[in-house]
């Protein structure tokens, strides 16, 4: 069975860095793309980042130049590095592990709290 792993939220204050890390248990990690999602109370859930086997990223504008997302397919973990955080990242962070080629086969971690606060 399939679980993914989230790790390190927490409280930050504006400007600061968070890093989450995911780590999947899964076999043939490489097959799959890595994504993260977040979702603030009372909004939808939006994503935020993702990122394919070999290394090609992409990130929402409004985390562009903030965030960063990585992976480690030795290690079987997708990273989001969070920098300059905002109060309007607040919100419970999710990671994603899916197939870009069958549409359905996706996995969900748990999630993980990030409160950015003065």
Request: with cysteine.
């Amino acid at each position: 069975q399939v679980q993914l792993v989230e790790s390190g939220g927490g409280l930050a204050q504006p400007g600061e860095s968070l890093t989450l890390s995911c780590r999947a248990s899964v076999s043939r990690f490489t097959l799959y793309s890595m994504a993260w999602y977040r979702q603030a109370p009372g909004k939808e859930r939006e994503w935020v980042a993702a990122i394919a086997a070999s290394g090609s990223s992409k990130h929402a504008d409004s985390v562009k130049g903030r965030f960063s997302i990585s992976r480690n397919n030795a290690k079987n973990t997708a990273t989001l590095l969070m920098n300059s955080l905002k109060l309007e990242d607040t919100a419970m962070y999710y990671c994603k592990l899916y197939s870009p080629y069958s549409e359905g086969n996706e996995y969900w971690g748990q999630g993980i709290q990030v409160t950015v606060s003065s």
